[in-house]
């Protein structure tokens, strides 16, 4: 009895590992290719060339809670699944490392119940919430970033005169224009920005059913806000443009919205 303890329990990490293996590996290995890109292009969209706190936040938690639950089938031994999907995360690529990443949680959402299918489905809203951001995003990006041009246009406008606007280019020509970039705008953030706010909800111990709709509706409006503040700076000036664009500035706005983050989550709790 107790060797077959043993040897389940043995089963049991196994699985536990090869599924974390696969869904971090996939999360770290699309980080760090989006990274080695946002370096080489000179750009810091985020306090950490493009890895936000909310990415981090999310990998932690849904980690934690495959690691504390289990599959259906506790005797299952890492297979084919985990074989393919480790060996696609040797290509780099931040789209397909994600890719994997959405596959593999969705299998194993699939094969899994309470807080490993919970974690498992937090590593799959990430995943999605990247692919939209490294390849959906890029098919729509234009009319995106020219409706949020739009509005720094608005905003601009009520301080500064001459402001024009074209497409996804803002400001007073004779001073300084900003190109509005799908990487700075709310299309791209809000939506890990979102995944980020329901990992805190499952760390604050909330019934997402309940909470997650009323609290991504806040926050949605104070991540708009803020993104809106952040560019319409960034059209003001150059000087400007260079603090908010910059890793003080990016690193200011992930802490801010990071904050509103759980702000949001503890001012629910009071209600």
């Given amino acids: 009895m107790i060797a077959n303890l043993t040897n389940s329990l043995r089963t049991l990490d196994a699985q536990r590992c090869a599924a974390l293996v696969v869904l971090i590996g996939g999360a770290l290995n ?5 990274m080695i890109e946002a370096h080489a292009s000179g750009g810091f969209t ?6 936000t706190l909310f990415e981090i936040i999310t990998i932690s938690v849904a980690a934690s809670l495959v690691w504390g639950g289990q599959t259906r ?7 084919a699944a985990e074989l393919i999907a480790a060996t696609a995360l040797l290509v780099p690529s ?7 990443v959405a596959a593999y949680a969705g299998h194993l959402a699939w094969r899994s119940d309470g807080p490993a299918r919970l974690g498992a489905l937090l590593f799959l809203s990430l995943a999605a919430s990247s692919i939209w951001s490294s390849v959906a995003l890029k098919w729509l990006a234009l009319p995106l970033t ?4 739009a509005a720094v246009g608005l905003l601009l406008g009520l301080f500064k005169d001459g402001v024009v606007q074209v497409a996804n280019v803002v400001g007073v020509p004779s001073e300084h224009s900003l190109i509005v970039m799908s990487a700075c705008s709310t299309a791209d953030g809000l939506p890990r920005a979102l995944v980020g706010l329901a990992a805190v909800l499952v760390l604050a111990d909330r019934d997402l059913a309940r909470w997650f709709v009323p609290s991504a509706i806040v926050f949605a409006l104070i991540y708009v806000t803020a ?10 000036s150059w000087d400007l443009y260079t603090v908010g664009h ?4 990016a690193g200011l706005f992930d802490a801010a919205t990071t904050a509103a983050v759980f702000a949001v989550v503890l001012g629910g709790e009071r209600r």
Avoid: F, I, K, Y
């Fill in 227 to 236: 993104n809106l503040l952040r560019l319409t700076l960034m059209a003001w």
């Fill in 73 to 79: 089938d506790r005797q299952a031994r890492p297979g």
């Fill in 94 to 100: 931040s789209a397909l490392s994600w890719g994997v």
């Fill in 30 to 34: 699309g980080l760090a290719v989006r």
């Fill in 46 to 51: 985020g306090s950490l060339l493009g890895v």
């Fill in 246 to 249: 910059g890793p003080l500035g």
């Fill in 146 to 149: 020219s409706a949020e041009a």
